[in-house]
C-alpha cells in the first residue's frame, strides 16, 4: 500500500511563506504525476499544481507566480513552496500522487493566511 504523508502547513500571516513537503512511501523515479490540491471550508476540491516524473510542472492560474512545485527523486518527496500567502489560500491541501493508473491522496495539512 502505498503511503502519502504530508507536512508544513502551518498558520501563517497574510503575505507569507510556507513549504509543503509530501513523502511517498515508494520511489518515485519514473511513470508518475504528482501534485497538490487544496479544499477550503464550503468549496470543491481544486487542483493547485503539478509536476511529471518528466518535470513537466502545472499550475492553478490563482497561484501562478506565487507557488513553484518541485521534487526530489532521492527522497521520494514533493514539495510546494508557497509564497505571497493570502488569506483565500486558508485550506486543507492534499498531496497527490498517480502512477500505472492508480491515484493516491495523503490526509492533507491544514494552511491558514490569518493575522
Known amino acids: 500500500q502505498v503511503q502519502l504523508v504530508e507536512s508544513g502547513g502551518d498558520l501563517v500571516q497574510p503575505g507569507g511563506s510556507l513549504r509543503l513537503s509530501c513523502a511517498v512511501s515508494r520511489s518515485i523515479l519514473n511513470g508518475y504525476t504528482m501534485g497538490w490540491y487544496r479544499q477550503a471550508p464550503g468549496k470543491q476540491r481544486e487542483l493547485v499544481a503539478l509536476?511529471?516524473?518528466?518535470?513537466?510542472?502545472d499550475y492553478a492560474d490563482h497561484v501562478k507566480g506565487r507557488f513553484t512545485i518541485s521534487r526530489d527523486n532521492a527522497k521520494n518527496t514533493v514539495y510546494l513552496r508557497m509564497n505571497s500567502l493570502n488569506p483565500e489560500d486558508t485550506a486543507v491541501y492534499y498531496c497527490?500522487?498517480?502512477?500505472?493508473?492508480?491515484?493516491?491522496w495523503g490526509q492533507g495539512t491544514q494552511v491558514t493566511v490569518s493575522s
Open positions: 497527490y500522487y498517480a502512477t500505472g493508473g492508480s491515484n493516491y
Open positions: 509536476i511529471t516524473s518528466g518535470g513537466i510542472t
